[in-house]
């Protein structure tokens, strides 16, 4: 099967600032039940996804494009570019920014402890 992915737009996704763009890659159906997202995430500037926790599941961001600063589980604050891995063990939380005058773009993996 082939398709494009289907797009959707949330607004303060996770309690963060402004609009979040998903292109959903697979449908969490089409996970079979190993995860709830596979996606490429767009973050115009000012906007972010606020801190949570990942109970049970885990979530690493691969960075495409732009730049931003990742808020890891202690709160530490790193920028984050092309190439980085911002990896969240299962129970741990995070959160992302864009504080930049481009757009950050990065893939996301939500998959099962």
Known sequence: MVRKPTLE???NMRGGNGKVT????VTKEE????GRLYARIR??????IGFHEH???TEPYFILEGHGIFVDNDGS???VGPGDVCYIEVGQGHA???????????????YNE
């Open 22 to 25: 998903l292109e959903h890659i």
């Open 55 to 57: 109970i049970g599941d």
């Open 31 to 34: 996970m079979n039940g190993h």
């Open 96 to 110: 992302i920014e864009n504080n930049s005058q481009e757009d950050l773009v990065f893939m996301a993996l939500i």
């Open 9 to 11: 737009v949330r607004e």
């Open 77 to 79: 604050r790193n920028e």
């Open 43 to 48: 973050l115009k500037p000012g906007c972010s």
